[in-house]
């Protein structure tokens, strides 16, 4: 007689731990949206011509002898939450405590005086917490941030309208962040998170904030979305790259925020190869296309 059993096997926690497996957000949220055969808006050429540059991965395995990018923790529902402090936007965070751990990584380390991200991800409540500009207060026994949003990764809620998060758009970072261990099984399933250098004071659901005095119409909104053009030839690039191009062309990225244009997000990684995603620096801007937006809310 062969009696079997099953094993429970424990959610993997920790910095960038594999969120294989993990739900972030349903699968008919608007990050996880097949964009592929949506109609082309008709501004999408004049946006277009005002973002210039190229491609560029904003994440790797090494800069300054360290990988690099927007780093998340995963911790379980028992971790301790801590006070928060907000320093700038408290009216348009969501109150602590959140269970962010004392040795959190914060984006461009702790010396950063960047954005400074910080990203938890409660794998048993299915919450992601995230912090703007944040730091640890007291050896990390409450944490001071501009700013911090709290999302329920079972739900399309979003924020209050006009409310900033983390991001500027109002939007969360964890869902557009290209993740090693989605890279390698072959397919993101997902938008991806990216900035240009110059918005317009407008968004366009999902997002539900501006960071922008500009008006001009030849300025993209935030939360506008793009996607690589079919027929931009993908195959002769390397495997990790290609997997990112068949991604921006099945479900595109979302404009999340001021900064480099065509700058795309992802967590860090030492198993990143810096070769292969370097080759993304040929694909230029002209190769993309804003896909047809929604109502867009003008400031």
Known sequence: MVVSRVV????????????????????????????????????????IAGIAGKLHADFGANLNGKPFGIPYVVVRGTQKKVPIKFTAYGDESDKGPYPVPANAPIEGGKNSTGDRHVLVVDRDHKVLYELGYAFPVSSGTSWKAACGAKFDLTSNKLRPKYWTSADAAGLPILPGLVRYDEVASGKITHAIRFTVASTRKAFVAPARHWASSKRSSSLPPMGMRVRLKASFKISKYPKQARVILQAMKTYGMILADNGSNWFFSGAPDKRWKDSQLNTLKKVPGSAFEVVKMGKVTKG
């Open 8 to 47: 429970a096997v424990a959610a993997a926690t920790g910095a960038n731990a594999s969120l294989a497996g993990v739900q972030i957000l349903p699968k008919n949220n608007p990050w996880n949206t097949v964009i592929r055969s949506r109609a082309v808006a008709k501004s999408s050429k004049k946006l």
